[in-house]
């Protein structure tokens, strides 16, 4: 009896080895079962890291001094700054808008240019590489006798890759840009 079951035993294997060796993968894809039922709701996921301000890409200087100097070829005052960020792909794609602080850092009356009033104008021209202001007054800064310092520029750089927000801004009134960019000053 123990001669047949391990004979039998071999002839199982024998057989089960020849199915598995004849079943192949030739014939057609069937059609795909219905759909099953959702699954129950998962937990709630990991708080991602906070991304970056919203402004980030855009940047702004510190009050500058200015020393216009008129230019007797137009009759203008006339004053330059550097400003390497000011490029051909910034001139064609982003802008720059520039403030004149009229008076003091304690009790400003910041305006942006072109800045018109009366008679007095001041006038921005964009170059690569640089920001240039024009006025028919000398505006060149002024500090009094306490060390506060009047007619100081400020300019705000938004690169053309910006995505524009649900909000708008009206770029011509500080305040709002201060709000927007968190200025302190």
């Known amino acids: 009896m123990k001669r047949i079951s391990s ?3 071999v002839a199982c294997m024998f057989s089960l080895m020849i199915g598995m060796a004849s079943c192949g993968k030739d014939g057609a894809t069937g059609p795909a079962g ?3 039922a959702n699954g129950p709701k998962g937990d709630k996921g990991d708080k991602g890291d906070k991304g970056d301000a919203g402004s980030v890409n855009i ?3 510190e009050w500058l001094d200015t020393q216009f100097a008129l230019d007797t070829a137009t009759g203008e005052y006339v004053w330059g700054v550097d400003v390497d960020a000011i490029d051909a792909d910034l001139l064609s794609t982003g802008f720059v808008k520039v403030y004149f602080n009229l008076y003091t850092a304690d009790q400003p009356n910041i305006s942006s240019v072109p800045y018109v009033e ?3 104008y001041i006038r921005e021209v964009l170059t690569e590489g ?3 202001l024009f006025s028919n007054f000398n505006v060149s800064t002024q500090t009094d006798n306490n060390g506060n310092k009047r007619f100081q520029v400020r300019y705000v750089i938004v690169p053309g890759n910006v995505a524009a927000r649900g909000r708008s801004i009206d770029w011509s009134k500080y305040a709002e840009v201060q709000a927007l960019l968190g200025i302190k000053n």
């Open 7 to 9: 004979y039998f035993f």
């Open 34 to 36: 219905p759909a099953g």
């Open 59 to 61: 940047t702004y200087s």
């Open 118 to 120: 009366g008679d007095l």
């Open 130 to 132: 640089g920001l240039l």
